[in-house]
C-alpha cells in the first residue's frame, strides 16, 4: 500500500510537472546543475567558497566605507549650513549645502564659461538685419524705435534666451519639458476618453438601461481620478520648469554680472543701459518672463494637440462642411481678436519700468534713512513717492481701462459667438445628412425613422423615444463635449495672443538686460556707422593701457577723466598725470576738493577707464597685490567674522590656515579688541552697519587690511572719522606689516607718515598737479608759503571784525516812507 501510495504521489508529481511548464523548467535546470556539482573538484569549490567570503567581506567593507563618507558629508554639510559657506573647486565650481529632510544635501554650481559668452555674444550683440534690432555689423543693446511687440523681434530675443534656458539637448530642462509634453498629450486623449463616456451615459439614462448607466458611473469616476493626477502632474511640471528656467538665466546673469571685470559697478555708472533698476529686471522681470515662458508650453502646445485631435475627430463625425466651417471661424476670429487687441507688450514693458522706479525710490529712502531723518526731509521725500506712485497708478489705470473692452469682446467672441455656432455645425448630420460625415450617413442609412435601429447600440427602445433618436443624443453630446473641449482649445489659442504680447515685454527687458551686460563685458563700444566720431572721452574713445602683474603703482600721462554715462563724452579734471609709487615710498595725495584725489583710486582699482596713457598696478588682493579701502566702508551680511576677512570666507579662511586668535590680535592692532566680547563672539550676526559707529566702521576697514597685509594699499579718506592720536597709531603699524600706502586725505598731519606728497588742483584752471618728496627744500619753502599767507590773514582780522560791526549797524537800521530812521520803541516799565 505504501509502495502504491507513493507511486500514486510521483504519478500525482508527474501529472502535475506535465500541466505546469514552468515546473518541468525548474526541474531541468535542477538536475542540470546537481549534475555539474557532482563533476565539479574539491579546489574549485574551495576556491568558490574563498571568492564568495572575499565577496562578501569586501562588500561590507566597501557598504561601510559608504556609509562613513556618507555620515562625514553629512556632517561637513552640517558644519558648512551653519556658516553659511561652502567649497570652491579647482575649476570654478561651488559646492554649497541646503537643508534637506532631517539632513543637508549637496549642491555643486558650475560657473558659465567663458567660451559660452563668446559664443552667445553674437546673439545679443550682432543681431540680425532682418529682426529689426541692428544693422547686423555694430554690437549695440535694441534702439529705442525697436518696440516690443509680436514680430521678428520677439522671435528673435526669445530664441536667443532659449538658448540660455536649454543650452543641451540632454539637459534637466529638456526632460522636464518631454514630461510635460507627455502629460499634456495623455490630458488630450483623456479629453476624447470623456466625450465618448458622456454620450454613453447620456444614452443609457435615457435609454433606462441601469446596468449599462452604473457602469458608466464607475468608468467615469475611473478616468475622472487619473485625469485628476494628470492635471495636477501638468501644473507642477510647469511650475518645475519655470524653476528651471530661472534657475539658468539667473546663474546666468550672476555669472556676468559679478566678475572680476567689475560689470556690475559699469552697468549702473557708465553704461546706463537699463539705468539704475538693474535689480528690478534681475528679480521681478525674470520672475514674470520664467513664468509666462513655461506657461507658453502648455497654452499654445496643449491647444494645438486638441485643435488637430478634436478636428479630426469632428471631421469624421461631421463631415468636410463643419471642419470647413471651424477653420474659417478660427481665421476669423483671429483675425478680429488680432486688429482689435491693444499693444499689451509695450503696455507691459513700461509697467514693469515705472514699477522699478517706484521700487527705487522706496530703496533709496531705506538706504538713506538716517540722513533724511537728520535733515527732516520726510515731507519732501514722501511727495517723490506719490509723484512716482501716482505716474504707476495712471498707467494701470489705463491698461485696465484698454482690458475691459478688449475681454468684453474676446468673451463674447470666444464663448458665446463660438457656442452658437457650435450647435449650428453639430445639427447638419440630421438637417444636412448629405454633409454631415458619419451622423448623416447613419441618418440615410436609417431613412430618417425613429424606430429603426442601425448598429447594436441603439437596439433597446424605450417607451417614447426611439433607438434613432437615442444615437442622436449620444452623437450630440459626444460632438457637444467635442466642440467645448474644440472651443476651449482655440478660445485658450485667442487667450494667449494676450499673454503672448506680455511675455514680448518681458523678454525685451530680460534681452536688453543680458545684451547689455554682454556689451559691458566685451568693452563693446563703438562709434555710430554713420555721422561724426565719438565723443571725447566717451565709452568709444578709451585709448588706454592697463598693465597688471606690475611690482608698484604708475601712472603715465593718464588724464583724470569723470567718465559719463554712454554716448556722452567724460569731464576732464586734469589734463594729465604721471607718478610711480615703488615698495616703501608712501604717497599722499592732497588737494581741495573736485580735484580728483578720489579719482586716481577708481582709475587705478579699474572703476573708471583709461582714456589715455599707461596705468600699472599689481595683480589681485593678498600678499603680493593690493587693496583699496574707501572712505565709506562695506560691512556684508554674515557674522563678525566675515567683517574681518571680507572679502574671504570662513572657507578661505580655513585653507590659509588662519584661526580665531589670529583675528583677535587684528583687532587688537585696530583697536577694536573688545568687539567679540561686546557683540557675543564670533559667529554672531548683526545688522553690522547699524550697530558699528562711524569711527569703528573705518577701523573695521583698516583691520581687512591688517589681515590680508597686500603689499599696497590705496586709503581714500579711510580716517576721516578716526581721531588723531589712533590714526597715527594705525598708520605705523600698517607701515610695520611692510604696506606701502597711497593716502587720499585733506589732513596735513599724514604727511609724516609718507615719502612724497602729490597736491592736484593747482594753477589758475585747477589743472596741474605738483609732486614733492617730504621734507626736501623745495617741500619747506611751500610749507612756508602757505604759514605766510596764513599769518597774513591772520593780521587782517581786526579790520575784519570792524567791518562786521559796520555791516550789523547798517542792517539794524530801518527807514520809513520819506526817507526818515525809525527810532528804537520804547519799553514799558
Given at each position: ?242 524653476i528651471a528656467f530661472r534657475t539658468r538665466l539667473t546663474r546666468y546673469i550672476h555669472d556676468l554680472y559679478l ?52 478636428n479630426y475627430q469632428l471631421y469624421r463625425s461631421l463631415g468636410p462642411l463643419a471642419l470647413s466651417g471651424l ?445 614733492q618728496r617730504i621734507g626736501t627744500a623745495d617741500e619747506q619753502s611751500t610749507v612756508d608759503k602757505e604759514l ?42
Open positions: 500500500m505504501a509502495v502504491q501510495s507513493t507511486l500514486r504521489g510521483g504519478d500525482t508529481a508527474a501529472a502535475a510537472a506535465a500541466d505546469d511548464p514552468l515546473l518541468l523548467l525548474y526541474q531541468h535546470y535542477r538536475a542540470r546543475l546537481q549534475s555539474r556539482l557532482r563533476r565539479t573538484s574539491r579546489s574549485t569549490k574551495l576556491l568558490a567558497t574563498v571568492a564568495l567570503a572575499l565577496s562578501i567581506v569586501l562588500g561590507g567593507y566597501g557598504a561601510h566605507a559608504r556609509w562613513r563618507r556618507r555620515r562625514a558629508e553629512k556632517e561637513r554639510g552640517k558644519r558648512l549650513l551653519r556658516r553659511n559657506s561652502g567649497l570652491r573647486g579647482k575649476d570654478g565650481s561651488r559646492t554649497i549645502y541646503v537643508p534637506y529632510r532631517d539632513s543637508t544635501a549637496r549642491v555643486t554650481i558650475h560657473p558659465t564659461k567663458p567660451t559660452t559668452f563668446d559664443a552667445h555674444r553674437r546673439l545679443f550683440l550682432q543681431p540680425p538685419r532682418a529682426a529689426g534690432l541692428g544693422d547686423g555689423e555694430y554690437p549695440q543693446v535694441p534702439p529705442p524705435q525697436t518696440k516690443p511687440g509680436l514680430n521678428l523681434a520677439f522671435l528673435h530675443q526669445f530664441l536667443s534666451l532659449m538658448n540660455i534656458m536649454i543650452p543641451r539637448w540632454n539637459s534637466k530642462e529638456t526632460g522636464l519639458l518631454v514630461s510635460h509634453g507627455m502629460f499634456l498629450a495623455l490630458r488630450t486623449y483623456l479629453s476624447l476618453l470623456v466625450a465618448r463616456l458622456d454620450g454613453e451615459i447620456v444614452r443609457d439614462l435615457v435609454a433606462g438601461q441601469g446596468r449599462a448607466f452604473l457602469w458608466g458611473i464607475v468608468k467615469w469616476c475611473g478616468i475622472g481620478g487619473f485625469a485628476s493626477y494628470t492635471n495636477a502632474m501638468i501644473k507642477f511640471l510647469q511650475s518645475k520648469v519655470s566678475n572680476d571685470h567689475l560689470n556690475y559697478y559699469k552697468l549702473s555708472n557708465l553704461d546706463g543701459g537699463v539705468g539704475q533698476g538693474a535689480d528690478q529686471f534681475i528679480t521681478q522681470d525674470l520672475t514674470l518672463f520664467c513664468a509666462s515662458a513655461a506657461s507658453l508650453y502648455s497654452s499654445l502646445g496643449k491647444p494645438f494637440v486638441d485643435l488637430c485631435v478634436f477653420l474659417a471661424n478660427y481665421i476669423l476670429t483671429a483675425t478680429i481678436l488680432r486688429r482689435l487687441s491693444p499693444p499689451f507688450g509695450r503696455l507691459k514693458a513700461v509697467e514693469g519700468r515705472r514699477e522699478g522706479d517706484f521700487r527705487a525710490l522706496h530703496a533709496r529712502l531705506i538706504a538713506n534713512a538716517e540722513e533724511v531723518a537728520f535733515y527732516g526731509g520726510d515731507a519732501l521725500e514722501r511727495t517723490f513717492l506719490d509723484r512716482g506712485f501716482k505716474d504707476l497708478r495712471e498707467w494701470m489705470e489705463k491698461i485696465y481701462g484698454l482690458k475691459i473692452r478688449y475681454n468684453m469682446l474676446e468673451d463674447f467672441v470666444l464663448k458665446y459667438s463660438w457656442s452658437a455656432f457650435g450647435y449650428l455645425v453639430t445639427s447638419l448630420p440630421v438637417f444636412l445628412p448629405a454633409w454631415g460625415g458619419l451622423g448623416g450617413v447613419i441618418e440615410r442609412a436609417s431613412g430618417g425613422s425613429s424606430d429603426e435601429t442601425i448598429t447594436e447600440e441603439h437596439a433597446a427602445p424605450s417607451p417614447g423615444m426611439g433607438g434613432r433618436e437615442r444615437g442622436r443624443m449620444r452623437d450630440f453630446i459626444t460632438n457637444k463635449r467635442l466642440m467645448l473641449s474644440l472651443a476651449d482649445a482655440g478660445g485658450r489659442i485667442m487667450y494667449s495672443i494676450k499673454d503672448l504680447s506680455e511675455l514680448a515685454g518681458y523678454t525685451s527687458r530680460v534681452y536688453t538686460l543680458i545684451s547689455t551686460l554682454h556689451r559691458v563685458h566685451a568693452d563693446a563700444y563703438y562709434p555710430p556707422p554713420s555721422g561724426p566720431g565719438a565723443e571725447l572721452f566717451s565709452l568709444c574713445d578709451v585709448q588706454g593701457t592697463v598693465h597688471k602683474g606690475f611690482d608698484g603703482v604708475r601712472m603715465e600721462h593718464v588724464p583724470m577723466v569723470a567718465p559719463a554715462l554712454f554716448p556722452l563724452g567724460g569731464d576732464e579734471l586734469l589734463r594729465e598725470l604721471s607718478f610711480v609709487v615703488r615698495q616703501g615710498e608712501h604717497l599722499l595725495i592732497t588737494g581741495p576738493n573736485g580735484a580728483g584725489k578720489s579719482a586716481v583710486a577708481r582709475i587705478v582699482a579699474g572703476l573708471w577707464p583709461v582714456y589715455r596713457g599707461l596705468v600699472s598696478r599689481p595683480r589681485g588682493v593678498g600678499v603680493d597685490g593690493i587693496m583699496f579701502i574707501p572712505q565709506r566702508p562695506y560691512l556684508s551680511t554674515g557674522t563678525l567674522r566675515d567683517q574681518v576677512i571680507y572679502p574671504h570666507t570662513a572657507v578661505d579662511m580655513q585653507a590659509a590656515g588662519r584661526r580665531d586668535r589670529e583675528l583677535s590680535g587684528v583687532l587688537e592692532e585696530a583697536r577694536l579688541g573688545y568687539l567679540p566680547d561686546r557683540e557675543g563672539g564670533w559667529d554672531t550676526r548683526k545688522e553690522w552697519k547699524d550697530v558699528l559707529s562711524g569711527g569703528e566702521k573705518q577701523r573695521m576697514g583698516l583691520a581687512r587690511l591688517f589681515y590680508h597685509e597686500p603689499r599696497y594699499a590705496v586709503v581714500d579718506e579711510a580716517t576721516s572719522a578716526v581721531s588723531g592720536d589712533v590714526e597715527s597709531l594705525l598708520y605705523e603699524r600698517a607701515k610695520e606689516k611692510g604696506i606701502t600706502l597711497i593716502t587720499m586725505s585733506t589732513r596735513a598731519s599724514l604727511k609724516r607718515h609718507h615719502t612724497y606728497t602729490l597736491t592736484l588742483g593747482l594753477g589758475e584752471n585747477a589743472d596741474e598737479w605738483e609732486l605766510a599767507a596764513l599769518r597774513e590773514q591772520l593780521a587782517r582780522v581786526d579790520e575784519w571784525k570792524r567791518r562786521r560791526r559796520e555791516i550789523d549797524e547798517e542792517l539794524a537800521r530801518v527807514w520809513v516812507e520819506g526817507g526818515e530812521e525809525l527810532g528804537a520803541p520804547e519799553l514799558e516799565g
